[in-house]
């Protein structure tokens, strides 16, 4: 199944007006179908869109084109799967692209929504459409978040910090340490959480983090 449909022709379909007017002309002249299809209008489209046309009032006849997208979900659902994988990112709670297929599907059955039967198979959505879904969202990205530990989320607020802060000039005072005293082991790359998937985010996010419970296992003697 191809995902991005290019037309063969190349042109553009023809505009309401152009087919009225060749509707016109074949009612009018009494001509074949045919013969009053124009430059890129098929005659199969005007026989069918006849049916439609009243040529005593052309004005108020709309031809309505009969092709269209089937989607699964509606643009109102995707949208609404869309704003929950960003304020899912926002709590440090992203989902991975296999999250997403498999809440698609839960979603698509908690709404009793006509799935295709590989969903229903596999428990979630397939590649196809989650490559559209990107298509069609455009603020949203796959990122892979900085790796944030429980215990670090949970410490970033204005009253740890001032407690910490508190502690530390409490020390400073109490041990009398001097600047050569004090050593900042931050930025050493020793990682206490394991190394996170890509998740979704929002387009545009400077800075993305993810909460990992799992912690790193380390090695004893023994076991190198």
Not at 39 to 52: A, P
Not at 61 to 79: A, C, M
Not at 112 to 120: G, L, V, Y
Request: hydrophobic share 30%; net charge positive.
């Amino acid at each position: 199944m191809t995902r991005t449909y290019i037309r063969k022709n190349g042109g553009t379909a023809p505009t309401e007006s152009a087919i009225k007017e060749a509707l016109l002309q074949q009612h009018s002249k009494g001509i074949s179908f045919r013969k009053a299809a124009q430059q890129r209008i098929s005659k199969s489209t005007l026989h069918r869109l006849s049916k439609q046309f009243d040529p005593t009032d052309p004005n108020t006849s709309t031809l309505k084109q009969s092709f269209h997208n089937r989607q699964v979900l509606t643009p109102e659902q995707e949208e609404e799967l869309s704003q929950y994988l960003i304020v899912a990112q926002k709590l440090n709670h992203g989902l991975t692209p296999l999250d997403t297929k498999k809440l698609a599907y839960c979603y698509g059955k908690a709404n009793q929504i006509s799935m295709p039967n590989q969903w229903s198979v596999k428990k979630a959505a397939g590649s196809d459409w989650f490559s559209l879904f990107l298509k069609r969202n455009k603020n949203l990205s796959i990122r892979k978040p900085e790796r944030t530990s429980q215990a670090r989320a949970a410490a970033v607020n204005h009253r740890v910090i001032d407690k910490f802060y508190d502690d530390l000039f409490e020390l400073i005072n109490k041990h009398n340490f001097q600047p050569e005293d004090i050593f900042n082991c931050d930025e050493t790359n020793n990682p206490t959480v394991v190394e996170p998937q890509k998740i979704f985010a929002k387009t545009g996010v400077k800075a993305v983090g993810q909460i990992l419970f799992q912690q790193p296992q380390v090695k004893n003697k023994e076991q190198m």
